[in-house]
């Protein structure tokens, strides 16, 4: 019976020793979390001691993800080393996604499948693989741990109802429930959606993205009826008067040119040449000006997606990719719009055709061809990637074996970043300021890129000039570049106030998401200035110019485009080029309806196509 007894005990004490190393298990891989995402011990001790209801919630989430993880597998260390590798991986993952986005990692951010590998090259310019090997050893001591300390034993039966509960405490918090968020709010979590960087910053990275799984349901617009989707396109929109007259069906050519961007605009750092002559050039005697790119450093495919279809990026989910996530069938395009005019609409990217699912997405736009690396012949590299010179190639052929007029939409490769000092054997061009040598380096990387970028443009203006064929070309960069970690070298030339987007004015997210345009054509056009117009605007600004006729929804974002050329989640410009924030109601009926009408084509029962 002592024996008995003895054993009893014996096996308690085990157990409530095996729980306790459980609990600080959890506590460190909290901390370890946050100690990533924080980038410093300091920091993440001074977010737990400052925050210590926030930090216990997050410690309790991992705790219950840990559990769940232990009720299938039985033993506290392999979920724990399981748990240390997984969390800890996409906490390294959100740490550099924000470094070189701008934006922490999301959910639906493990949809992405091989684009995700993209980053690893960026990795290897700090401490990203060295990390990564900590995390591995780590995960193997904790796993080999079983072998010398204490086991929690726990019958089967409670182990699944354990298991039960975590996962539905952990679907709980992951859902959209006002109750929830309300009491979330009153204990000093309440979410940052507008400005996620600062939401995983405060909330902690568990408990941020766990809450933004809700925002990968997209919620049905108020007052979405067919009624009222009716009624938003019978409202007068474009004046037909405003449609200057055109040539007959000219080609229409779109080169969305890889982080183009202006760096001369920059007044504290010079350069011992233009890197960007040709552009310059068009700018001063062709429509030219500013769009409102909805991304920076990356995200390509949601600049397309704004341009070519005419819908915005602000209504949905930051960080979303409707490529991957929402067009799943036909949708109405430019590509589509022009076909049904006779054209024939082909889609060229120097880079793979699964990436970002294009081959599937371009057929449902209603592209007859998509040319990506994979169908071209022996491109020629420059850098990294096929040079801009072989999509210029590609573009004249197009115009040329194509009987019918051609609407192209062109995407470049080869300024894609890193900029590092190897990228090229040599850069043409010298930057001289008062930054380090690291930024320096950077922007002359940088100005090689953007310079054979303007190469190529002459090239294909100089070809078409010489054309019989009306043709416009519509050159834009898609986003701002890459240029260090925590934006150093916007900060270190003065451009923008701070590397922290909490701390930015209107006027820095102004600057960071302005990207320049110019549109040239080989037959006579009036001269426009293009004051910071988004780009979910510019298919409708080009189908005007070139005098073709518009569907309903295109008349319908043009009454937008009249009272609010320019906004974006965190910033709205009005036809004054007044700067408002992201969250002015003023312009809540019409924005409103624009979401209702985006709902429509992309969630809904599409009845503006009935």
Known sequence: MKNLIGGSNFKKQNNLIAFLIFLVLSLILTFAIELIQKNGFMNAFNWCISSPQILLTNWILILFCMSLIYSVCGCIYISGSISYFVLLILSLASYYKGKFLGEPLFPWDLTLKREGINIFPLLQ???????????????????????????????????????????????????????????????????????????????????????????????????????????????????????????????????????????????????????????????????????????????????????????????????????????????????????????????????????????????????????????????????????????????????????????????????????????YKENEIKVTGDVSENTKSMLETYAQGISDADKSLKTLVEDIYSSEEPTMVVFFGDHLPFLGYDYSAYTETGYISSGKQKDWGLEDYRKMRRVPVVIWSNYEQKKQEIKDMSDSFLGLYVLKMAGKELPTYFKFIDKVYKSLPGFLKELKIDSAGNLHHGDDNNYKKIMDEYWMLEYDRLFGSKIQEK
């Open 125 to 423: 310019q700090e401490m990203g693989f060295i990390i990564l090997f900590v995390i591995v050893i780590a995960s193997v001591i904790i796993f080999l741990l079983r072998f010398f300390l204490p086991k929690l034993k726990i019958g089967y039966v409670q182990r699944i109802l354990g298991g039960l509960f975590a996962f539905l405490i952990l679907l709980t918090i992951s859902i959209n429930s006002v109750s929830l968020q309300n009491a979330m709010s009153n204990a000093g979590m309440g979410e940052i959606t507008w400005n996620q960087d600062e939401n995983y910053n405060r909330n902690g990275m568990v408990l941020s993205f766990l809450r933004n799984f809700k925002n990968a349901v997209i919620s049905k617009p108020s007052g979405y009826s067919e009624k009222n989707v009716l009624a938003a396109l019978n409202e007068k929109g474009i004046d037909e008067s405003d449609t200057p007259k055109s040539v007959e069906n000219p080609n229409i050519i779109f080169v969305m040119s890889e982080a183009f961007w202006d760096p001369t605009i920059i007044d504290t750092i010079s350069f011992s040449s233009d890197p960007i002559p040709t552009f310059h050039k068009i700018q001063k005697e062709h429509t030219s000006g500013w769009l409102l790119s909805p991304e920076f450093g990356g995200l390509t495919a949601n600049v397309e997606f704004e341009v070519l279809t005419g819908n915005s990026m602000s209504f949905l989910p930051t960080g979303s990719v409707p490529y991957q996530q929402f067009i799943k069938g036909p949708l109405l395009s430019l590509a589509g719009i022009l076909k049904a005019q006779g054209y024939a609409s082909v889609a060229v990217h120097s880079y793979l055709g699964w990436f970002w699912n294009r081959n599937s997405v371009y057929q449902n736009m209603g592209f007859e061809k998509f040319i990506s690396s994979e169908n071209m012949k022996n491109p020629k590299y420059k850098g990294l990637y096929i040079s801009d010179n072989e999509v210029t190639k590609e573009i004249i052929n197009q115009i040329k074996g194509n009987k019918n007029p051609v609407f192209i939409y062109a995407i470049t490769m080869q300024n894609h970043g890193p900029y590092d000092k190897k990228r």
